[in-house]
Structures are given as structure tokens and as C-alpha cells.
């Protein structure tokens, strides 16, 4: 992985999740707290308790409330004019479902869904750039999208998250790239039981170890290991909201 020296516009910038009731966030803050060793910030309950997770003290992902949330991630991709990406959303078959809004002196954010029935959201930074860390051990490292039209999903990207955005392929797999940075992966799949959708996937020193701490935790693995161009990966199942997450290993780079 390369050294995390600040985002460019076009790629993944935040991710967060809301639940529905003060228990689940907890519980999924105790949860991840022992799983990666992160600290959490409490935000006011005006602002739906939003939870900042910290790793080494730099900002990696926050958990808040909201009415009829699930806990399902979100991914966000930083952009210089947001009003510019979401016409681009409209243009390229994406539904603007949130915003834009502005949160207070921090930046301008939307939530959208693109052409193939992904949800994901744009940020526009002011003061809060996004990721404190990136491309290290049990922070956000990459990117993955499910599709059952790789190729709509990708020539999506290519066109909402501005110029430079490059598509490399590598077998089935579609990787978006900028100024030489791979960031995430399109992967076409069958999306019958859960719908098209975008993962993070979190760095960790060893697989083993890992799926050792879900399993103490409470939680459950899903796929024990999945061999990916360059890398494994495994999924699993948070014990709270029953979420999806993806983990690769350090070592297999």
C-alpha cells in the first residue's frame, strides 16, 4: 500500500453509519473499540450522538442515530465543487437521496445512490478533510463495489468523480485509479439478496489473529478467505446491526 499523504479529489474521503438507538451505537462502538483498538468521540445528541472513531489519535470513521437507520456504511468521495458532481450524478443515471447540505464549518456533503443502485455520498471539504489515516493496520485501505453491471458502475465513476479518474482492468475486477493511487475495486456479482453496494475494507497484520478477535467478540465469519488480485480477503459479521465487513492482510501485499 502507499503512504497516506492526504486525499485527492475523486476518492474515498469518510465513511459512517447511522443506527437507530443509542444501545446500538454503543454496543457497536464497544465492539470496534476491542476489535481495532480505536477511541471514539461522542458528538452532541443534537447532531444524532455522531461518534468519531480515532486510531492513533487521527480520525478513521464515525458512527451516529438516526430514525429507521440499519448501520450500513457509507463511503464518501471528496470532490472540490460538490454542486459540479451531483449535476454530474444527474447526468450519469445516479438519484440525489440527501442534500447538498452543509455541516456547519466542517464542509458540504450528499448522499446519492448511482445507476446501478449503490448508495454513496460526496464531501466537499472546509475544515474536516476526511481520513486522519489510510493504508495502515485497522484503518479503511480500500474500496470495494458490488454490481450486478461492473461496466454501468464504472464508467459511473469515472464520469461523476471528475477527470484523472482511471479505469484499470484486471480479469473480472475493475480498478478505479488517480495519479497512479488504485482506491477501490468494481466486482460484478449476483446482488439478489443484497443490493448493489460499496464495503470498506480494513488492513490487518494477520487474518488469523483477526477472525480469532470477531469470534470472541461475538461476531462471525463469513468467507474464511477470498483471494483477490494481490491480496485475501476475509468477511464478517458485526454481532450488533448484522453488517457485512471486509478485512485484507498487510502481509499478503
Not at 468519531?52 to 470532490?79: C, D, M, P, R
Request: proline share 5%; glycine share 10%.
Amino acid at each position: 500500500m502507499p503512504n497516506f499523504t492526504g486525499h485527492i479529489a475523486g476518492m474515498p474521503c469518510w465513511i459512517d453509519a447511522n443506527v437507530e438507538t443509542r444501545d446500538q451505537r454503543e454496543a457497536l462502538i464497544e465492539f470496534y473499540s476491542a476489535l481495532f483498538g480505536w477511541t471514539f468521540e461522542v458528538g452532541p445528541v443534537e447532531s444524532g450522538s455522531y461518534s468519531t472513531a480515532f486510531h492513533k489519535g487521527k480520525a478513521v470513521l464515525a458512527i451516529g442515530e438516526q430514525v429507521g437507520s440499519q448501520g450500513n456504511w457509507v463511503t464518501y468521495f471528496s470532490t472540490d465543487e460538490i454542486d459540479q458532481s451531483v449535476e454530474r450524478v444527474k447526468e450519469n443515471g445516479g438519484q440525489i437521496l440527501i442534500g447538498p447540505r452543509q455541516v456547519k464549518e466542517f464542509g458540504f456533503w450528499t448522499v446519492v445512490k448511482d445507476c446501478t443502485g449503490a448508495v454513496h455520498g460526496l464531501w466537499q471539504p472546509a475544515s474536516f478533510p476526511g481520513f486522519g489515516a489510510m493504508f495502515e493496520t485497522n484503518v479503511p485501505s480500500w474500496f470495494d463495489n458490488l454490481s450486478e453491471d461492473a461496466h454501468a458502475a464504472s464508467t459511473y465513476y469515472q464520469r461523476v468523480l471528475g477527470d484523472g479518474i482511471e479505469l484499470h482492468v484486471a480479469g473480472e475486477m475493475r480498478i478505479l485509479r488517480r495519479e497512479g493511487r488504485w482506491f477501490a475495486s468494481i466486482t460484478e456479482g449476483d446482488c439478489s439478496a443484497i443490493p448493489p453496494h460499496w464495503s470498506p475494507v480494513f488492513l490487518v497484520d494477520s487474518l488469523d489473529q483477526f477472525k480469532d478477535s470477531v469470534r470472541g467478540l461475538g461476531g462471525r465469519i463469513i468467507v474464511e478467505e477470498m483471494p483477490v488480485a494481490g491480496n485475501t480477503i476475509s468477511v464478517f459479521q458485526e454481532p450488533v446491526m448484522g453488517t457485512f465487513m471486509k478485512v485484507m492482510a498487510a502481509d499478503s501485499n
